[in-house]
């Protein structure tokens, strides 16, 4: 510490404080690059959030994105983006879910996923408040960041699965379809999500998420229901 300050002392002397803070915004600008360049090389993109949901069609797993945003924009502090980042390099191929020692804290990782989600189902909830024909379904998540080989880029992701198909869709034994080789790792995440929806409330067993998406329904001519644009 004591060297530290002398370095200080010694820049403050001869180089001057407006050069030291030129030179400190630099070399910021320049670690910024360094770190942007490096998480290219390892389609590393752990700042960035992917929101899917997963269910089964014709037999076939089905993944879509929701929609992908920044760390920051979901969990808003500094502090607790760079907890997360940390927990997501603590997951391993076997075990893909971001989890925090202190509950409070996880608390707070499923507070803005739920935050971030009722933002973009908004248009539901208000649609029921105005006694206006909408549909809603109780979905589960986790937060994963999902190392397994075959995946082409690293970021942290929100899978998000309706009850019904936890329960029955993707238990183990239960036969699904996947597009390609590259989907088969997610389906085995998706398995796991069932294992610890099944296993909710026992001791020891990660808590799912759970949250209540909803969508704005018109009817038709024939009397069905569709989506309002």
């Known amino acids: 510490m004591n060297v530290l300050w002398e370095v200080i ?55 879509r994105t929701l929609l992908e945003t920044s760390a920051q924009q979901v969990w808003l502090n500094d502090r607790g983006v760079q907890q997360i980042i ?8 076997t ?20 935050n971030v989600l009722s933002e973009k189902f908004a248009d539901a909830f208000l649609a029921q408040g105005m006694d206006l024909p909408a549909q809603f379904a109780t979905y589960r998540f ?17 899978l998000l699965i309706r009850d019904e198909d936890l329960q ?3 238990a ?31 001791p020891g067993v990660m808590t799912l998420g759970r949250v209540v998406l909803g969508l704005r329904v018109q009817p038709t001519v024939d009397g069905c229901y569709t989506r309002c644009g």
């Open 9 to 63: 002392d010694y820049a403050r002397q001869n180089i001057g404080f407006g050069t030291l803070g030129m030179l400190a915004t630099w070399c910021g600008i320049a670690w910024v690059w360094y770190r942007k360049r490096a998480d290219w090389s390892r389609k590393e993109f752990l700042r960035q959030i992917n929101f899917s949901v997963s269910y089964v069609a014709d037999g076939k797993l089905v993944i």
């Open 172 to 202: 183990d034994g239960n036969p699904v379809e996947v597009p390609s080789a590259y989907y088969a790792p997610r389906l085995q995440a998706l398995r796991e999500m069932a294992k610890l929806f099944a296993g909710a409330g026992q």
């Open 168 to 170: 029955m869709t993707f």
């Open 95 to 114: 075990q893909p879910f971001i989890r925090l020692a202190d509950p409070g804290d996880m608390a707070f990782l499923y507070r803005a996923v739920l």
């Open 142 to 158: 986790a937060v994963t960041c999902e190392r397994f080989a075959d995946m082409r880029t690293l970021k942290i992701r929100v």
């Open 86 to 93: 940390r927990a997501a390099a603590r997951t391993t191929p």
